[in-house]
């Protein structure tokens, strides 16, 4: 497979709204990776993958959680965290992904976790800063975006859990495991 293959694999699997986002996300992923100096070509493949399965129906993807044996937890969490670490097995049985960074950064792309490598946080922080995105507070993470990736995870990570918090949702602990492991030079948290 090429990257054509997975291009058109992915468009084949969302509505247009969705596969415009998805590009956005590989526009954003490679400004950051030539920016911070990270594998082109593996955050290239993440971010075009990287919500392959964001479409999939909740009982395709807690198919896919069980049979997979991924984390059974993730099932007593939100949805949104479900298709990840789904669309990283996915990747890797039918398109053929084997590189463990691509596989992570898909997987991980929502939640993060700790010691991320750099694909997986250029990825990350692509799909929070991509240019359609309007979630208060995404100006402030774009600006530190210039300078570092680390700071700016941070801050997204501590406006997810804030909005999660102020509708009444779940936070997954890996969430709060990644803020720490990230922020664990900073003293206010
Ligand atoms: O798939 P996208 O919409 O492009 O972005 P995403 O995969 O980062 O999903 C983001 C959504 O997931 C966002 O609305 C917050 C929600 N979410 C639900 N529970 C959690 C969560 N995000 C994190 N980081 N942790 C959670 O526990
Ligand atoms: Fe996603
Ligand atoms: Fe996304």
Redo the contacts with the bound molecule.
């Keep these: 497979m090429n990257r054509q293959d997975y291009l058109d694999r992915t468009q084949e699997q969302m509505p247009l709204a969705r596969w415009e ?1 998805t590009l956005r ?1 590989v526009e954003t992923a490679a400004i950051l990776a030539r920016r911070f100096d990270v594998d082109k070509e593996k955050v290239d493949t993440a971010a075009i993958l ?2 392959f399965c ?1 479409f999939w129906t909740a009982e395709e993807l807690i198919f896919a959680i069980k049979q997979y044996k991924l984390p059974q937890d993730l099932l007593l ?2 949805q ?2 479900w ?2 670490p789904v669309a990283s097995v996915v990747a890797t049985k039918e398109l053929g992904i084997q590189d463990q960074d691509i596989k992570n950064a898909i997987f991980y ?4 976790k700790p010691n991320m490598g750099l694909v997986e946080k250029v990825v990350f922080l692509a ?2 800063i991509e240019p359609a995105r309007k979630m208060p507070g995404v100006e402030a993470v774009r600006l530190l975006a210039q300078n570092s990736l680390d700071e700016a995870i941070v801050l997204s ?1 501590k406006q ?2 804030q ?2 918090i102020s509708c009444g ?4 602990p ?2 709060y495991d990644t803020l720490r492991d990230l922020a664990k030079h900073e003293n206010d948290i």
């Design positions: 986002h996300v990287h919500d964001k969490y939100n949104e965290l298709h990840g792309h929502t939640t993060g799909d929070y990570l997810t859990i909005f999660l949702q779940r936070v997954y890996l969430t």
